[in-house]
Protein backbone atom coordinates (compact mmCIF):
# COMPACT_ATOMS: atom_id res chain seq x y z
CA UNK A 1 0.00 0.00 0.00
CA UNK A 2 2.96 2.43 0.49
CA UNK A 3 4.33 2.15 -2.84
CA UNK A 4 1.22 2.80 -4.27
CA UNK A 5 0.68 6.06 -1.98
CA UNK A 6 4.52 7.40 -4.22
CA UNK A 7 2.49 7.36 -7.46
CA UNK A 8 5.31 5.27 -8.54
CA UNK A 9 2.64 3.00 -10.56
CA UNK A 10 1.99 6.41 -12.69
CA UNK A 11 5.14 6.78 -13.54
CA UNK A 12 5.22 3.03 -14.20
CA UNK A 13 1.93 3.67 -16.75
CA UNK A 14 0.70 1.11 -14.36
CA UNK A 15 -3.45 1.17 -13.64
CA UNK A 16 -4.44 0.55 -9.91
CA UNK A 17 -7.93 -1.91 -9.67
CA UNK A 18 -9.07 -2.49 -6.46
CA UNK A 19 -11.62 -5.02 -6.02
CA UNK A 20 -13.56 -7.15 -3.24
CA UNK A 21 -16.49 -7.39 -1.58
CA UNK A 22 -18.91 -4.69 -0.92
CA UNK A 23 -18.30 -2.34 2.76
CA UNK A 24 -14.84 -3.33 2.81
CA UNK A 25 -12.99 0.13 2.16
CA UNK A 26 -12.11 0.00 -1.32
CA UNK A 27 -13.52 3.95 -1.84
CA UNK A 28 -11.66 4.98 1.27
CA UNK A 29 -8.61 3.14 0.19
CA UNK A 30 -9.08 5.17 -3.31
CA UNK A 31 -9.73 8.33 -1.70
CA UNK A 32 -6.49 8.12 0.16
CA UNK A 33 -4.12 6.99 -2.29
CA UNK A 34 -5.89 9.99 -4.49
CA UNK A 35 -5.00 11.97 -1.89
CA UNK A 36 -1.27 11.66 -2.03
CA UNK A 37 -0.67 11.06 -5.33
CA UNK A 38 -2.29 14.57 -5.77
CA UNK A 39 0.32 16.06 -3.35
CA UNK A 40 3.29 14.56 -4.66
CA UNK A 41 1.81 16.69 -7.82
CA UNK A 42 0.14 14.39 -10.24
CA UNK A 43 -3.08 14.91 -11.60
CA UNK A 44 -6.03 12.59 -10.98
CA UNK A 45 -8.89 11.15 -12.88
CA UNK A 46 -11.46 9.68 -10.17
CA UNK A 47 -14.82 8.54 -10.75
CA UNK A 48 -16.89 5.42 -9.55
CA UNK A 49 -17.00 2.10 -11.51
CA UNK A 50 -20.84 2.56 -12.05
CA UNK A 51 -20.14 5.93 -13.67
CA UNK A 52 -18.30 4.52 -16.62
CA UNK A 53 -20.18 1.61 -16.63
CA UNK A 54 -23.81 3.66 -17.19
CA UNK A 55 -22.05 6.15 -19.61
CA UNK A 56 -20.92 3.25 -22.00
CA UNK A 57 -24.53 1.23 -21.13
CA UNK A 58 -26.54 4.19 -21.79
CA UNK A 59 -24.48 4.55 -24.94
CA UNK A 60 -24.51 1.36 -26.22
CA UNK A 61 -28.11 1.10 -26.22
CA UNK A 62 -28.86 4.06 -28.19
CA UNK A 63 -25.99 2.90 -30.62
CA UNK A 64 -23.84 6.26 -29.64
CA UNK A 65 -20.53 5.10 -30.23
CA UNK A 66 -19.22 8.86 -29.89
CA UNK A 67 -19.63 8.74 -26.10
CA UNK A 68 -17.84 5.44 -25.94
CA UNK A 69 -15.26 6.97 -28.07
CA UNK A 70 -15.40 10.13 -25.62
CA UNK A 71 -15.06 8.28 -22.13
CA UNK A 72 -11.60 6.22 -24.38
CA UNK A 73 -10.27 9.55 -25.22
CA UNK A 74 -10.81 11.22 -22.22
CA UNK A 75 -9.04 8.28 -20.18
CA UNK A 76 -5.97 8.34 -22.90
CA UNK A 77 -5.50 11.72 -22.79
CA UNK A 78 -5.22 11.59 -18.87
CA UNK A 79 -2.40 8.57 -19.60
CA UNK A 80 -0.53 10.24 -21.71
CA UNK A 81 -0.53 13.69 -19.84
CA UNK A 82 1.67 11.83 -17.18
CA UNK A 83 3.70 10.47 -19.46
Known amino acids: MRDLATGKFITNGEVVLVLSPLG ?37 AVGNRKICH ?4 LFLDHRSALA
Open 24 to 60: VGKTHLAVAITQEVIVADYTVLFFPSTTLASALANAH
Open 70 to 73: EWLD
